[in-house]
Each structure stands twice: as C-alpha cells, then as structure tokens.
C-alpha cells in the first residue's frame, strides 16, 4: 500500500487525496493551516498525523512514500524542493511556482534527488485526450498543420475564482494564463508533439472593472438594489449551490465549511464572495488569445474567455489528411481522401472541478500510484522538463502580452 502525506488540504489536494484513497493508498500525515480543514482532513483520514505546518512535517524523518503538495500557488517551491531531497514522490498542483526561476528549481529539486514528479496537468489525463492523441499518433489526419482550442472559463466560474476569489490578483497568486490555462499550453504542446518556439498575445481586463458597475449598485450583492438583473449575482449563484453535493464539495466548499442555506449567506454577508464583482481588488484579464508556433511550423491559437457557459474546450485541429473536431464529449473525424465523418463519443464526467474535469483528476492519480508502484515514471504523461516547458510558453506569452513584441520561447 502507498502512503501518502497531504500538504494543503483545500480542494484541490481533498480532491487528489480522495482519489489515491479509492486507488488503494492511504494518506499518513496531513498538514494544513487551517484549523476547520485540518481537522475535517484528518477525520477523513483516521491515524494520519496532523500538522500546522509543512516544516514540521518535513523536520520528521519521511513519514510516507509520496506527498500531495496543493498549497496556494506561491507556497509550492519551499515544500517541494525540501520535500523532494527529503525523497517524497510528488503530485504538484499546477501551477507549479508563480516564478519562472522557482519552476527550474523545482525541477533541479525532483531530478536531483530522483524521485518521480507529476505536475497536475490533468487534462492529459482524460479519455478525451487520450483518444484525441490516439487519432493524432494513428496518422489519420496527416501532419498537423494548425490548431483551434478555446478555453470557455465560465461567466460565474470566473467571478468566483479570478474576481472575487484567489486567483483575483497577479501580486497574490500569479497571472491569469499561467494559474488558469497552464493546462492548456500544456494540452496543445502535448497533442501537437512538438516544443513552442514563439508566442505572441493580447488581452486584458474588459468588464470587471469599476466603471463597468451598474448604476444603484451595492458593495454587497445581499444588499444590491440591481441584484436581481445582474448575471454574476453571488446570491443568485451560491444559493442555487445548495443541496447539491457535487458543488457543495466546489465552489461552496470553499467559501465556508457550513455548506447550508445559512452558512452560505453568512459567508457572502461577512466574506469575500458576496462583494460585487464591479467592487473588487481583481486586475487579472478575463480574456486573452495567444498565438503559437512550434517547431517544424505549424501553429496554434488559444483563446480563454470568461464570457461563456462553464463547459468542456472546444478544439480544431487541422492536417494534411483530415482533421479533427472536439467538444469534450465527442471527436468528429473528417477523412479528406474519402471525404467522410466519423464520431468518437469519449465523454466522462463534466467539465468543472466538481465533475473531476471529465476524468483526467481521477486518471492523474491513478497513474502517479502506478508509477510508484511500478518504479516507472514513465506512466506519468509528463516529465518535468515537459511541464516546465508549458509554464515557460505561458510566461514568454504573457511577456507579449504586456510589452506587444512576439517572444521566443527559451
């Protein structure tokens, strides 16, 4: 049986955590901060030894074979490069460092002590991908000559995380592309086969900004005389929350751990998720468009938007003999030689992170165990170097985002 230790036991490391548990590992130690989820992990995990800190985790001898590190993004480089030389396997939350120079030390960190290192780049993870980069491998569509893919974020899922929420504010966590579409830097890298070698972007911050605010408009939306005609109303979003279990576990979860009616309301009175969305300290874009290109030429455009439902990407990919398009439920193939269309239906699960992000949470997991248990890092669809490349797309993409110049990728 693999032990595991969780370091940060929010919703992203409950979630992994709870994964590995229904693989067969079995989590020994916990460290978390806060004393409400602290104590709701352990309860979760009965024997696992409780910490404040992941320094006084990491002053014991290693307790466990591989450790969950799903801290804020800023807190990631310390834990992980200590616990790496300690000898600790590790599953990452990505982003990986909210600094390019701490990304490479991570990395140093991993391949140094030798222990197998996973980024959660969970969309690599899915039946969808997998039979996307299946079709890809198998030849059908030829050489790949330019892809489409678009991230629709979500208007509420936005307010909620990049307006109202932890990832509001470059300063605090980092900017939008990297904490946000890393995944989908590392998607495109990974279906196309073949390193970035230039980026170039725009995009910005177009709605949630003051002077947007309607007129009458409160601080709070349990006080606003507008609420009701406002498309980003926390309380029309939470409360509809309630009394569902999938998205008591995200997003409610993490507005307060009392995730009934009044627990709620509680929390948008006195917390950050009730604030009017034209009222916050937010300055990451809500939209923004990149162009890439790869090595051996062919090229790339990614969008990420707030303004859409909350759903699965959407991707064209183009080659010489057919091509390919996908919504995240289904694949349509089109043949040019023949001239006909099949479809693929790979769906599983929805897209949030309350649905698992259509399996690739659950299948991340399963192949870090596998790894380990096996001693094979190779069942792990990234290596280090991979995931730093993606974090490295996003960083000379946001580079051309504020300076206007296309970037080379190092």
């Given at each position: 049986?693999?032990?595991?230790?969780?370091?940060?036991?929010?919703?992203?490391?409950?979630?992994?955590?709870?994964?590995?548990?229904?693989?067969?590992?079995?989590?020994?130690?916990?460290?978390?901060?806060?004393?409400?989820?602290?104590?709701?992990?352990?309860?979760?995990?009965?024997?696992?030894?409780?910490?404040?800190?992941?320094?006084?985790l990491a002053e014991r001898p290693r307790l466990a074979d591989?450790?969950?590190?799903?801290?804020?993004?800023?807190?990631?480089?310390?834990?992980?490069?200590?616990?790496?030389?300690?000898?600790?396997?590790?599953?990452?939350?990505?982003?990986?460092?909210?600094?390019?120079?701490?990304?490479?030390?991570?990395?140093?960190?991993?391949?140094?002590?030798?222990?197998?290192?996973?980024?959660?780049?969970?969309?690599?993870?899915?039946?969808?991908?997998?039979?996307?980069?299946?079709?890809?491998?198998?030849?059908?569509?030829?050489?790949?000559?330019?892809?489409?893919?678009?991230?629709?974020?979500?208007?509420?899922?936005?307010?909620?995380?990049?307006?109202?929420?932890?990832?509001?504010?470059?300063?605090?966590?980092?900017?939008?592309?990297?904490?946000?579409?890393?995944?989908?830097?590392?998607?495109?890298?990974?279906?196309?086969?073949?390193?970035?070698?230039?980026?170039?972007?725009?995009?910005?911050?177009?709605?949630?900004?003051?002077?947007?605010?309607?007129?009458?408009?409160?601080?709070?939306?349990?006080?606003?005389?507008?609420?009701?005609?406002?498309?980003?109303?926390?309380?029309?979003?939470?409360?509809?929350?309630?009394?569902?279990?999938?998205?008591?576990?995200?997003?409610?979860?993490?507005?307060?751990?009392?995730?009934?009616?009044?627990?709620?309301?509680?929390?948008?009175?006195?917390?950050?998720?009730?604030?009017?969305?034209?009222?916050?300290?937010?300055?990451?874009?809500?939209?923004?468009?990149?162009?890439?290109?790869?090595?051996?030429?062919?090229?790339?455009?990614?969008?990420?938007?707030?303004?859409?439902?909350?759903?699965?990407?959407?991707?064209?990919?183009?080659?010489?003999?057919?091509?390919?398009?996908?919504?995240?439920?289904?694949?349509?193939?089109?043949?040019?030689?023949?001239?006909?269309?099949?479809?693929?239906?790979?769906?599983?699960?929805?897209?949030?992170?309350?649905?698992?992000?259509?399996?690739?949470?659950?299948?991340?997991?399963?192949?870090?165990?596998?790894?380990?248990?096996?001693?094979?890092?190779?069942?792990?669809?990234?290596?280090?170097?991979?995931?730093?490349?993606?974090?490295?797309?996003?960083?000379?993409?946001?580079?051309?985002?504020?300076?206007?110049?296309?970037?080379?990728?190092?």
């Amino acid at each position: 049986m693999i032990t595991l230790a969780v370091v940060g036991a929010g919703s992203r490391g409950t979630t992994y955590a709870g994964h590995a548990v229904r693989h067969g590992a079995r989590v020994v130690a916990v460290a978390e901060p806060d004393d409400v989820r602290r104590a709701k992990a352990a309860a979760e995990h009965p024997g696992a030894e409780a910490f404040t800190d992941w320094r006084h985790l990491a002053e014991r001898p290693r307790l466990a074979d591989a450790v969950i590190i799903a801290t804020q993004d800023a807190g990631h480089v310390e834990p992980a490069v200590r616990l790496a030389g300690l000898g600790y396997h590790i599953l990452l939350e990505k982003p990986m460092a909210v600094r390019e120079e701490d990304c490479a030390a991570i990395v140093t960190a991993a391949e140094r002590a030798g222990v197998i290192f996973a980024v959660c780049h969970v969309l690599r993870y899915t039946p969808y991908t997998r039979a996307t980069k299946a079709l890809v491998g198998s030849g059908r569509i030829g050489e790949i000559v330019s892809v489409q893919h678009l991230e629709p974020v979500g208007w509420w899922h936005h307010a909620h995380s990049f307006v109202r929420g932890n990832w509001r504010r470059s300063d605090e966590s980092t900017f939008m592309l990297l904490a946000k579409s890393c995944h989908d830097l590392d998607w495109l890298h990974h279906i196309v086969g073949r390193r970035v070698v230039r980026a170039s972007s725009f995009g910005g911050l177009h709605h949630f900004r003051p002077e947007n605010r309607p007129a009458g408009a409160a601080d709070r939306c349990l006080d606003c005389a507008v609420e009701t005609t406002c498309p980003y109303s926390a309380k029309r979003t939470y409360l509809s929350f309630v009394g569902d279990p999938r998205r008591e576990s995200w997003p409610l979860s993490v507005l307060t751990p009392d995730v009934t009616e009044q627990g709620v309301l509680r929390a948008l009175r006195e917390g950050p998720y009730g604030r009017c969305v034209y009222d916050c300290d937010n300055d990451v874009v809500d939209h923004q468009v990149v162009n890439l290109e790869f090595e051996g030429g062919a090229s790339a455009s990614f969008t990420m938007t707030a303004f859409t439902p909350l759903a699965f990407r959407k991707t064209r990919i183009f080659g010489t003999r057919g091509s390919i398009e996908g919504d995240g439920h289904v694949l349509t193939v089109t043949d040019f030689l023949t001239g006909t269309t099949e479809e693929i239906d790979v769906a599983e699960g929805g897209p949030s992170a309350a649905d698992g992000h259509g399996g690739g949470d659950g299948g991340l997991v399963r192949a870090f165990l596998d790894a380990i248990a096996q001693d094979d890092p190779g069942l792990i669809l990234s290596d280090p170097r991979e995931s730093l490349h993606s974090h490295q797309v996003a960083w000379a993409a946001e580079r051309s985002r504020l300076t206007g110049a296309v970037v080379t990728v190092p």
